[in-house]
């Protein structure tokens, strides 16, 4: 699994130009899978059916893409000015390195006035930011244009026995856990069909969730993705990283998938904790349940502590619980799906 989350992490692709990662993850599902294809947004879909006519179908569903910057502009001398896509937390721009995905991956760093020349308190906007590629400035215009992306540093770091750290766990380690259940079930025999999006855009407004459910309408749905992990400087509505998968409850979420899925953690003996929306959850699955006529659909998550920086880190143990989870559950499912009644 380590490793898996390691390769996902590595590729790059802000909302809006997942194409690299779209095409390396239907690469991985295809062993494992009926078919895979990739929808006209980018979004993948997968497909494993088990041969019963009439069968119920299940969607699971993380999304691929990961939160960057865009060039705006090229300076005259050559610096890159840029807008952010997604949430980037503008507190940790100055001093870090980025790659630029220009006409070739150029490296360069967000460089900012030392302390020794302007007020040490100073907190900069975005506005003021420049990338600087040590390049000469006929070259950088040359390689990037307008539109170009840029992507935060790739450093996946150990941190003790069970944690790693790096860019984009969000949420590319919920797609690790999808595909740790495609792998799980290929052998198994099945009462349902299953159905697996790996969705663009979740971090400019959930797009891929959307337009992917739309495309399967499947009799129910669970999302993966990440939730706020315990840090040493913040305990408030987070939960701590080693504790298994996080089951959400809430009005955005079917209280019958829900309940189903805390039954069968506790009856497989696998770690979860119950988070609480009373909302928007912040994830596809807020799109995923009203499509068409509306989805029964339920969210699990993963503890993710930095969350939108270039230092996300999980526990590899939350990752298997919510792989676990998930194949157990959709190896229990029959072709009745009258308790989904509400």
Known sequence: M?????????LRGISGRETRVGEETAAILSPYCDSVGIDPLGSVIAYRGCGLKGAPSVLIEAHIDEIGLMVSSVCENGALRFVNVGGVDERILPSLE???????????????????????????????????????????????????????????????KHQISSKT?????????????????????????????????????????????????????????????????????????????????????????????????????????????????????????????GIPAALLSIPLKYMHTSVETLDVRDVKAVAELLASFIKGLGSDTSWLSL
């Open 169 to 293: 766990m969000d949420d590319r380690a919920s797609l690790a856990a999808l595909i740790s259940v495609m792998k799980r079930l290929r052998n198994e025999k099945l009462c349902c069909d299953v159905y697996l999006s790996a969705a663009v855009q979740e971090e400019v407004g959930c797009r891929g969730g959307k337009t992917s459910s739309y495309a399967v309408m499947p009799d129910m749905a669970v999302a993966v993705d990440v939730t706020h992990g315990i840090t040493p400087d913040n305990d408030r509505n987070a939960f701590k990283t080693g504790a298994g998968a996080v089951i959400s409850k809430g009005s955005n979420l079917h209280p019958r998938l829900t309940d189903r899925l805390i039954k069968t953690a506790r009856a497989n003996g696998i770690k979860y904790c119950v988070d609480v929306d009373g909302g928007n959850t912040g994830t596809d699955v807020w799109e995923i349940q009203v499509a068409g006529a």
């Open 2 to 10: 380590r490793k898996l989350i390691e390769k996902l992490s590595s």
């Open 98 to 160: 980025v790659t630029v995905h220009g006409a070739e991956d150029i490296p360069g760093i967000i460089g900012f006035m030392p302390a020794e020349l302007t007020d040490a308190s100073k907190s900069y906007k975005l506005s003021e930011l420049v990338i600087d590629t040590g390049l000469k400035a006929e070259r950088v215009r040359e390689l990037v244009k307008t539109g170009d992306f840029v992507t935060l540093p790739q450093s996946v770091g150990a941190l003790g």
